[in-house]
């Protein structure tokens, strides 16, 4: 979680197990996501989901459609 998924967010391939969970967890603790996670997770997800995981700190399961 956090740097992890930044760093994955910026790959061009990603895999991750049945049993990953993925988050951007600044938000739990009142800071924001600094390493261009924000950009990159809105590009692949949508403005919707990127806004729960950035703002709410929301978890993500892997097998979530």
């Not at 990953?20 to 997800?45: H, I, K, R, W, Y």
């Not at 989901?49 to 700190?57: N, T």
Request: glycine fraction near 14%; include cysteine; charged fraction near 20%.
């Amino acid at each position: 979680m956090g740097g992890g998924l930044e760093v994955a967010l910026a790959c061009d391939i990603r895999i991750v197990e049945q049993q990953a969970q993925m988050a951007l967890p600044e938000a739990t603790v009142g800071l924001l996501p600094c390493a261009g996670g924000t950009q990159n997770l809105t590009a692949l997800v949508g403005e919707g989901w990127a806004k729960r995981m950035i703002l709410c700190g929301e978890r993500i399961k892997a097998d979530k459609d």
